[in-house]
């Protein structure tokens, strides 16, 4: 199959997925692959870890707004809305994330930083499934790159959750709901 040339509209897709994949890394490595945690290339990234999300965020923007502008999108049409929802609803959640990366919404939102950024897994289901649905059956030469990265960071998160299951099954608390019950005295 002969793969199109990605338009620059596309190759703003692209740069956003990788750096929004580059954002997930740092935290699924340290969890999976505790070993890593030493290793120069996770340090960094976390250090760098806001900008990069900026970066991810302005790509998505600039995406947007070409395609918008190429297929005439109107999103006061419900139904042309609908079929847009998951690019829609990545960029409303990378528009999130990306105002309230500074010091000062950590500190004014508390323990709701942490929920709102939660959102982020949210996310990389949504683009998983934009990439799919849009590009069905007529790829560029990025398409497979991303479609594998976002492939890994997806298995990567489903890894870290199984991993945390399991470790939270063997608290003491369910511990010694599970222990044998000893002999009485
Ligand atoms: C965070 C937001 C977004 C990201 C990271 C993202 C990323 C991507 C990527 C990686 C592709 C595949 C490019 C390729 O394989 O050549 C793509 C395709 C596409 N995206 Fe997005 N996207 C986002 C938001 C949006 C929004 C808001 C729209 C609304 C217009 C949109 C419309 C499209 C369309 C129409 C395609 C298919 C392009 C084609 O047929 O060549 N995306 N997107």
Redesign the pocket.
């Known amino acids: 199959m002969a793969l199109?040339v990605?338009?620059l509209?596309?190759?703003?897709?692209?740069f956003?997925?990788i750096c929004?994949c580059l954002t997930l890394l740092p935290t699924l490595l340290r969890i999976v692959f505790p070993q890593t945690k030493q290793t120069e290339i996770p340090k960094w990234l976390l250090l760098q870890r806001r900008l990069i999300g900026i970066l991810?965020?302005l790509?998505?923007?600039g995406?947007?707004v070409l395609?918008?502008k190429?297929?005439n999108?109107d999103f006061s049409d419900v139904t042309t809305a609908w079929v847009?929802i998951?690019?829609?609803c990545?960029?409303l959640?990378?528009t999130l994330l990306a105002v309230t990366s500074n010091d000062w919404s950590v500190k004014k939102l508390k323990k709701h930083w942490k929920q709102l950024h939660q959102l982020t897994y949210l996310?990389m289901f949504?683009?998983t499934w934009?990439?799919l649905d849009?590009?069905m059956g007529?790829?560029?030469?990025?398409?497979?790159?991303?479609?594998i990265l976002?492939g890994l960071i997806d298995g990567l998160f489903i890894w870290r959750r199984w991993i945390e299951c399991r470790g939270s099954a063997k608290t003491p608390a369910a511990q010694s709901m599970s222990a044998k019950p000893t002999k009485p005295n």
């Not at 509209?9 to 692209?14: C, R, T």
């Open positions: 199109d990605a338009p509209s596309n190759q703003l897709g692209f956003s997925l929004y991810a965020f790509f998505a923007v995406h947007g395609l918008i190429k297929r999108i847009y998951q690019g829609i990545t960029l959640i990378f996310a949504l683009l934009h990439v849009k590009m007529h790829w560029t030469q990025v398409t497979p790159i991303s479609l976002i």
